[in-house]
């Protein structure tokens, strides 16, 4: 329950993150949209740096008179014959009027409010300054950023883009620019100029300016969609990070859980282990007990039959040991059958079995041992028992009766034959080694 809990966690964690910045972004272009509006107005009609020019210092001889209302500067000109192209106006000083001006490149709309009172075009120069151009103490070297257009007789405002700028042709020309790098840039102002036209004609006339109007966001489309993007992929960076360490927890959890599966398959298969060992091995002695012995006995039945490989059977018992455990007790008994077992197989090979048959009698399976191989091994077993104290109080004989395995035999025949051989070795007087082929004195 847990573990999907902590997935629900994560996800829902994930999700918050992406609804909000989505929540953000849409409230963002909402409030741009409808909102964080940069409005910067330039009244002229009490604006100090407002400088009167003509063609007079092209070599021109138009004049001009400057007068300000409540509400506007009155630019009272005479156009005359002198200079190719005569114009008249006024310079409006922004900043130190050279290097440092205003910056406009933010702005989406300008609004310019001149009322002529004439004919022609008016001329409006945004001069910018750039740093590969400007020539200390050359006014012209400041770009000419302009635009033309025909005022409105009405009182309404001309509206210009900065798109609609344009760098002067003839001051490209003028300073050897290359057109490529002659691009419009409104970001430093540091004067503009209001003029007549191209097609202003020559006489009298008359510019009432009111002044300038730029409108923006306080912050740029493209800057905000740049802290946008930003976002969206930092958060998704942080959704990657999360995701990473969330696997990374995940699969050390899952790691952990192996191990821990490892070790408790690992601890049932000992216990299994253990298990089949204490079901087919006798607890006191530790030898096999009953049902240990019918693996091994199927095991070398199998021998017998494919490759013909002869099994004896040994079967014996501990000479009057009832006596003993009536005598001097059961735990003298059990010590009798622990150091009977020690003994025997210390010299058997390790491809016999010793079972505890039951009580006092042991059974030693021999695979690849004929029967007179197996009585020379009980012979020499029961001359090591008989000269082994194996307990303090007493000596401790064995009888033996030995049988050899016929293939296909009911291994029930096999031990009747081993036991028929056993109770011969008991009626001839114990400690002695009786097969079921015949009978060999102890010595």
């Known amino acids: 329950m847990s573990r999907i809990m902590e997935k629900i966690y994560a996800l829902f964690r994930m999700n918050i993150l992406i609804f909000v910045l989505l929540a953000a972004t849409v409230i ?43 509400s506007s500067i009155i ?4 156009l005359k014959e002198g ?42 120069y945004f001069r910018g300054y750039d740093a590969d151009f400007y020539r200390e103490g050359d006014e012209g070297s400041l770009k000419f950023n302009e635009v033309e257009f025909f005022p409105l007789e009405e009182t309404y405002p001309a509206v210009f883009v900065p798109q609609e700028f344009r760098v002067a042709g003839w001051w490209v020309a003028q300073n050897e620019i290359n057109v490529h790098k002659a691009r419009v840039d409104l970001s430093n102002i540091p004067l503009i100029e209001i003029q007549t036209g191209t097609n202003a004609p020559l006489g009298y006339g008359t510019l009432e300016i009111r002044g300038f109007c730029f409108k923006g966001k306080k912050i740029s489309k493209v800057d905000l969609v740049t802290i946008l993007v930003a976002l969206w992929f930092v958060t ?10 969330d696997y990374n927890r995940e699969r050390a959890a899952n790691r952990k859980k192996q191990e821990e599966l490892e070790k408790y398959l690992a601890a049932l298969e000992i216990e299994k282990s253990e298990y089949e060992k204490s079901s087919r091995t006798d607890p006191l ?17 199998e021998n017998l039959t494919k490759n013909g490989s002869p099994v004896s059977f040994v079967l014996l018992d501990i000479d009057h040991f009832k006596e003993v455990n009536d005598t001097y007790g059961h735990n003298v008994g059990d010590e009798v059958l622990v150091n009977l077992t020690k003994l025997i197989q210390g010299k058997i090979r390790n491809s016999d079995s010793l079972v505890r048959w039951g ?10 041992t004929p029967i007179q191989n197996a009585q020379f091994l009980a012979e020499k077993l029961r001359v090591a028992i008989e000269n082994t104290q194996l307990i303090s109080q007493q000596r401790i004989t064995c009888s033996f009766g030995i049988s050899e395995m016929i293939a296909g ?33 102890a010595r």
């Open 359 to 368: 009580g006092e009698e042991f059974v030693i399976l021999c695979g690849e």
């Open 83 to 124: 200079y190719a192209y005569p114009y008249a106006g006024v310079k409006i000083l922004l900043g130190d009027g050279k290097t440092k001006g205003r910056d406009f490149s933010k702005f989406d709309s300008i609004f310019v409010w001149v009322k002529p009172r004439g004919e022609g075009t008016v001329r409006i």
């Open 285 to 301: 002695t530790g030898c096999l007990n009953r049902a240990g012995f019918g693996s091994v006995l199927l095991r070398e039945q």
């Open 409 to 441: 035999e009911d291994p029930k025949r096999l031990f009747e034959r081993a036991d028929k051989a056993l109770y011969a070795s008991k009626e001839g007087g114990r400690n002695r080694v009786t097969s079921a082929t015949y009978r060999r004195q």
């Open 28 to 70: 963002a272009l909402f409030a741009y949209q409808n909102g964080l509006d940069d409005i910067v107005f330039l009244n002229l009609s009490d604006y100090p740096y407002v400088i009167a020019e003509t063609d007079s210092a092209d070599g021109g001889s138009s004049a001009v008179a400057i007068s300000r209302t409540d």
């Open 236 to 245: 998704f960076l942080i959704i990657l990070v999360i995701r990473f360490f």
């Open 75 to 78: 630019v009272d000109y005479e």
